[in-house]
């Protein structure tokens, strides 16, 4: 959980999240969209970056950024999702430390460059200032793992490395941005599915301790494409041969954003003609048999929030590599 809505956290924030997987070996996404067990990253208690640095750590067409700003940056980001606080807090983070600036350094200067674009600022400072009085009702009863109760915000953000007017700053950026790449996204598709699938994972019913070799899991998949291909009913073999609990019992069945799975079953499931029997599809789970019954085209306004979060990751980055960023850290 954060204090802010997850929307208006700036979406380097997501690239900076999905790299706890270097540091923590978590698990891997499943193709049917559920959660997984993760290991947890060991952490330790984040303390606020100096904020007086005049060194450049980067320069872009428009300006440069100093190593204060940039601590700045991240000490709002650790108030703001407790996370990124763990994270940042973490052993593990002193050797990558200089890679995740570089991450954060490149979205912040979109975020200002996206900020000077923006002619109507009233709207945004007035949408910050609602923002804020919610953060300010979340301190004083605090249900956030890692938010002390306080008073007031001013109280809560002392000795943070930032004052009011800086989180304000950051949440009109934050605002600014979304509104941005919301424009963008507006005519934009997602695939829509209803498929059935069945799962022969090198791990057996997920069962870490006994391992399937690919040889193995193939030729298991195979004898299941054979046995519908010869009539057989999806929904008695989904039973019978497939890995995935939460499926399995359920004839195999998943709907869904198709991009909410794992790239080579999503790959799939957009691309097989309807009601046929595909042949084993390899994922980094086992080998899938599927059938796609329905699939639609959507307007991305209608998305899941992981599928529009990924799509405005993807603009993000697009808008990131457009500009002339000069990183020297």
């Known amino acids: 959980m954060q204090l802010l809505n997850k929307r208006w956290i700036s979406a380097v924030l997501v690239v900076l999240m999905s790299l706890t997987t270097i540091l923590a070996g978590c698990g891997k996404e499943e193709p049917k969209k559920k ?53 940042m807090g973490s052993p593990q983070m ?26 109507d600022q009233d709207q945004y400072r007035k949408k910050a200032d609602e923002e804020l009085s919610k953060i300010e009702g979340s301190i004083k009863n605090p249900t956030t793992p890692g938010v002390k109760k306080a008073s007031t915000l001013d109280e809560a953000i002392k000795d943070k490395g930032f004052n009011r007017q800086q989180l304000t700053d950051f949440i009109v950026r934050s605002l600014q941005r979304n509104a941005y790449f919301d424009k963008q996204i507006e005519n934009e598709k997602y695939t829509k599915v209803k498929a059935k699938h069945i799962l022969i994972a090198f791990n057996k019913e997920g069962n870490e301790k006994e ?101 405005l990751q993807e603009l993000n980055q697009k808008f990131i590599e457009q500009q002339k960023i000069t990183v020297k850290l």
């Not at 002193?94 to 002619?119: C, R, S, T």
């Not at 494409?225 to 929904?235: E, T, V």
């Open 211 to 311: 391992k399937r070799s690919d040889a193995e899991a193939k030729k298991r998949a195979e004898e299941v494409k054979k046995k519908l291909d010869q009539g057989g009913d999806f929904d008695k073999l989904a039973k019978e041969y497939s890995d995935d609990p939460g499926s399995k019992d359920n004839g195999g069945l998943i709907e869904g954003a198709a991009d909410e799975y794992v790239p080579e079953f999503a790959q799939a499931v957009k691309t097989i003609e309807l009601n046929k029997i595909s042949d084993p599809i390899k994922t980094e789970y086992g080998y899938h048999v599927l059938t796609v019954m329905e699939r639609n085209e959507e307007s991305m306004k209608d998305a899941p929030d992981e599928v529009k979060q990924k799509k």
């Open 35 to 87: 959660p997984t067990t993760k290991q947890e990253t060991e952490t330790g208690e984040f303390k606020p970056f100096p904020t007086n640095s005049k060194k450049v750590v980067a320069t872009y067409e428009k300006g440069q950024i100093t190593e204060g700003e940039l601590n700045l940056y991240i000490n709002i980001l650790a108030f703001i999702d407790y996370k990124v606080a763990m994270l």
């Open 94 to 119: 002193k050797n990558k430390l200089k890679e995740f600036k570089e991450i954060l350094v490149k979205g912040y200067v979109a975020e200002l460059l996206i900020a000077d674009q923006v002619k």
